[in-house]
């Protein structure tokens, strides 16, 4: 037996982290990468995984405590052969399994249909600051968290319990506890939310809309397997994590898709010649590559698609770090090459290749995923002609790619055969007008057709 310290391992570069639960206790058997804690910083919740099996013999931490990268918070004893506590730094390498929701982001929709559903009679659960009605649908979950100021006295609730209410729009006034003297739990809050988020709407309240929130009908409940055959399969942990932010992106950015097509065929030949000259040397440039440094070119002429909206502001960033949607057996995630403006196609194209590879072994850090400025999609290896892919807030514009295909071109003279690739340019159109996304999937196709023009 030995006793091994656990500590909090890279969690992103955020300190002061608070933790917001506690998950196992004194005298629980762990298996290797069960969830210790949870930590819930201003942008993400993440949880703490055990380094490896054993059983808890102390928790040094509790919840409202503020930890950082390195702080003790468990000491698990360990009955693996060889274990001794000197391997206890090893574990602040291990990765915080992120999830990149944020409460403002589960707030806006949970507190928006319990609203909606309450009954005329009751408390309001959510109190909407005068004139809320005019706000723009971007600003509503902003309004929602900023408009949660209930007054919980009397209420018996843990603090940890009552912040949570707060932040789903909860009154706790109206919540049953189950726990002993009528305390609420957590899981009372939740229950709660569920049933109003189930529970039809009454025409009134449809019709009272206020034509901000989507006041849509709930979703229908079909007992499938009286129609045949059926196999449930649980959602992974990135679809659960990737639906919540592809859902609000959609409904919240007004999208406009953009679609072109760009010549590659000098390109491609050019890709070829040296993959063929660099054989030896192992080097691969991949399309992939030649299309983000092409990005970057673009995005350098159009500043306005490398920025993001911050309220009434637009930030205009100065450096380029392009995300690329890689796939992987759990789901899409979408790593980040930082500075791609400084470095060279080869290398992009390297780096591109260990980063997908990670994904796939679901080894990427929360920080390998943070910090994009501009998205790449590319189903090149897949097939498609065309595809609308969605932006990845707080970005403004995502490139999709599809498959190239070789199509008859007319020169002025004849008919040439050229290699076509199909271009699909998203943007948020409360930054980016129609215009300026024709000229910058143009500009696109332009220098992949081209690519001296990178030089200019």
Same mark, same amino acid.
């Not at 405590?65 to 206890?88: F, M, N, Q, W, Y």
């Not at 491609?268 to 440039?285: D, H, P, S, Y």
């Given at each position: ?16 982290v ?15 990468e ?51 506590s000197? +391997?206890?730094p090893?574990?602040?390498? !291990? ?19 319990i ?14 600051p ?17 408009a949660v ?10 603090p ?16 049953? %506890?189950s ?25 009134? +309240? ?12 709930? *979703?229908?409940?079909?007992?499938f397997?009286?129609? %045949?055959?059926?196999?449930v ?7 659960k ?5 592809? *859902? ?12 072109? #097509?760009?010549d ?17 040397? @192992?080097?691969?440039? !991949? ?9 970057v070119?673009?995005?350098?002429k ?22 690329f949607? +890689?796939?992987?057996?759990?789901g ?6 930082? #500075? ?22 679901g ?11 501009? !998205?790449?999609?590319?189903? @090149? ?24 295909? !070789?199509?008859?071109? *007319? #020169? ?6 050229r ?10 159109h409360?930054?980016?007008? %129609? ?5 910058? +999937? ?15």
């Amino acid at each position: 037996m030995s006793v091994i310290d656990v500590k909090v391992p890279d969690i992103g570069g955020f300190d002061d982290v608070p933790v917001i639960e506690i998950l196992v206790k004194v005298g629980d058997s762990v298996q290797a990468e069960e969830s210790l804690l949870t930590l819930e910083s201003d942008k993400a919740t993440m949880e703490v995984p055990a380094p490896q099996a054993g059983t808890i013999k102390e928790i040094l931490v509790k919840v409202g405590d503020k930890i950082s990268e390195g702080t003790l918070i468990v000491r698990l004893e360990s009955a693996e052969a060889g274990g001794s506590s000197a +391997a206890a730094p090893a574990t602040s390498n !291990t990765p915080v399994e992120a999830k990149p929701e944020t409460i403002e982001q589960k707030a806006a929709p949970a507190a928006s249909a319990i609203a909606s559903s309450a009954p005329a009679t009751s408390s309001p659960s959510v109190s909407s600051p005068a004139g809320s009605s005019s706000l723009p649908a971007h600003s509503q979950s902003t309004a929602v968290n900023s408009a949660v100021l209930l007054d919980f006295s009397g209420v018996h609730a843990s603090p940890s319990v009552r912040r949570f209410s707060r932040e789903l729009g909860v009154d706790l006034r109206q919540v049953s %506890g189950s726990a002993p003297k009528g305390r609420i739990t957590k899981e009372d809050v939740t229950a709660f939310v569920k049933t109003r988020l189930s529970a039809s709407p009454s025409a009134s +309240a449809v019709a009272q809309g206020s034509g901000v929130g989507l006041d849509l009908l709930p *979703w229908p409940k079909v007992d499938f397997a009286k129609f %045949g055959a059926v196999e449930v399969q649980p959602l992974s942990r990135i679809k659960k994590i990737s639906g919540a932010n592809l *859902w609000r992106n959609w409904v919240m950015i007004p999208h406009v898709t953009q679609f072109d #097509d760009a010549d590659i065929t000098d390109l491609e030949a050019f890709r070829v010649q040296i993959n063929q000259e660099q054989a030896k040397q @192992g080097t691969k440039l !991949t399309m992939l590559a030649f299309l983000m440094k092409a990005c970057v070119a673009a995005l350098k002429k159009f500043p306005e698609f490398n920025s993001s909206l911050d309220g009434d502001q637009l930030v205009l960033k100065k450096y380029y770090h392009i995300g690329f949607a +890689a796939d992987t057996p759990q789901g899409l995630v979408v790593p980040v090459i930082r #500075d791609a403006d400084q470095k060279g196609v080869a290398q992009l194209a390297k780096e591109m290749g260990e980063m997908a590879a990670q994904a796939r072994d679901g080894k990427l850090k929360p920080t390998d995923m943070q910090g994009g400025t501009f !998205t790449i999609s590319s189903l @090149g290896g897949i097939g498609g002609t065309a595809f609308t892919p969605i932006v990845n807030a707080p970005e403004v514009a995502i490139l999709g790619v599809s498959r190239s295909q !070789t199509k008859p071109v *007319w #020169d002025g003279k004849q008919f040439q055969p050229r290699l076509m690739l199909p271009l699909s340019l998203s943007y948020d159109h409360r930054v980016v007008d %129609g215009a300026s996304g024709a000229r910058f +999937a143009s500009y696109i196709a332009t220098v992949l057709a081209d690519y001296r023009r990178i030089l200019l």
